[in-house]
């Protein structure tokens, strides 16, 4: 009886520090220290309405807006409660299908572009959900862009660049363009297009 009250008193101080203290002090100091990345990186308008999270991928379809990575997280992508890749491998003919459906829908929507389709516009990420592009990615889709919103191909990709964020303390991952925040800054350099 003894080690069965010592075994229980540990379990319960173990579940007080490790599930109650530790995440509430954890998530104090997260809000304390870095308050817009502990509500989820929520992106705004120039109305302040949010629009996304500048770390879950969405959508754009439209010509006039660049386009993010393919999705395979849930059944129409870009499902945050279903994070994943696709999980088909190198030889599956779905996966072979898709990205040849993908890649002729983008040479026939980005007929200037300059050079082959960069990978990661027919791949998709393993989570499902990456919201970032290469640079060449993003500069690849500038003349279908420009071409929507009747504006010279410079200024979009000067755009493009000025939206380029560098390497992670200057040596981890790659340079990369966030597509959602590119998107609204289309906006509010060109204004928005009609629907």
Known sequence: MKI????????????????LVYPLVATGLARVIFPARAGGSLVTDEQGKIVGSELIGQSFSRPDYFQGRPSAAGDKGYDATSSSGS??????????DRVTKDAERLQKENPDAPGPIPAELVTASGSGLDPHLSPAAALWQVPRVARARQVAPERVQALVTDHIEGRDLGFLGEPRVNVLRLNLA???QFGKPQP
């Open 186 to 188: 289309l906006d509010r």
């Open 4 to 19: 069965l009250t010592i075994a229980l008193r540990a379990t319960f101080v173990t579940l007080i520090v490790t599930g």
């Open 87 to 96: 999980n088909f491998g190198a030889t599956s003919a779905k996966l072979r």
